[in-house]
């Protein structure tokens, strides 16, 4: 049984460009929740997908969208990059019946110059 | 907003020793939990607490929640070096989206 997935494993962009990030969720799972989690920093809530639609959103510029495809995978897009962009991208899976158990896959570390 | 803040920043002992951590918050958790997060991977759920006073055993990790439900620690017996990690704590609310809000972490170093 795979756990969550994340493409690409690292990634790097300049400032002003746009870059994608994919999540695959754990198996059974229908909800897909993004955070970002800058270097000595815990993680920071982004938002939440579900039945592909957004369904809560943190304090994040609009900058920062997302999607969720049919198969509950996701995505995290980001355009006009700026260098505090730069940190671990996580994306965590969990069901609607067992919202308090959330599974992590391993991050994209992202890196603007 | 809820605010946690988790004690100490940075601990390094020895293979052995026994420690404590700490997460405390500005008000009450609706449920807490505990992470591990080793480096270049995402963090993994070690338990979820949600009754004031409740005490969970993981092995050697021994997890509290405060009777008040503002605070918890995490204690473990006989660090081992597989023990290093970032801990952290996090608050799940139980409305209708699982938005989980993360403490700064506690890094471990356990040396030989």
């Known amino acids: 049984d795979a756990g969550v997935t994340q493409s690409p494993t690292h990634l790097i962009k300049t400032r002003g460009q746009q870059v994608t990030l994919r999540c695959s969720p754990k198996s059974g799972h229908d909800t897909v929740s993004w955070y970002q989690q800058a270097l000595g920093q815990g993680p920071q809530f982004i938002f939440q997908y579900y039945e592909e639609e957004e369904r809560q959103r943190g304090n994040f510029p609009d900058r920062f969208s997302g999607h969720q495809f049919p198969n509950y995978s996701s995505e995290l897009n980001v355009n006009a990059l700026l260098l505090g962009d730069s940190a671990l991208y996580l994306c965590?899976?969990?069901?609607?019946?067992?919202?308090?158990?959330?599974?992590f896959g391993p991050g994209t570390r992202l890196t603007v110059l | 907003t809820q605010l946690l803040e988790q004690s100490p920043q940075f601990l390094s002992i020895q293979e052995g020793e026994n420690l404590t951590v700490y997460c405390n918050s500005s008000?009450?958790?609706?449920?807490l939990q505990w992470y591990r997060q080793e480096p270049g991977e995402g963090p993994v759920l070690l338990v979820t607490v949600v009754t004031g006073g409740e005490v969970k055993k993981l092995k050697r990790l021994t997890f509290q929640f405060g009777d008040a439900r503002k605070d918890s620690s995490l204690h473990i017996t006989a660090a081992q070096p597989g023990d290093t990690g970032l801990y952290l704590c996090?608050?799940?609310?139980?409305?209708?989206?699982?938005?989980?809000?993360f403490g700064t972490g506690t890094r471990l170093q356990v040396t030989l």
């Open positions: 965590a899976s969990s069901s609607l019946q067992g919202y308090l158990a959330q599974y």
């Open positions: 008000s009450v958790f609706s449920s």
């Open positions: 996090a608050e799940g609310n139980t409305g209708t989206a699982s938005k989980l809000t």
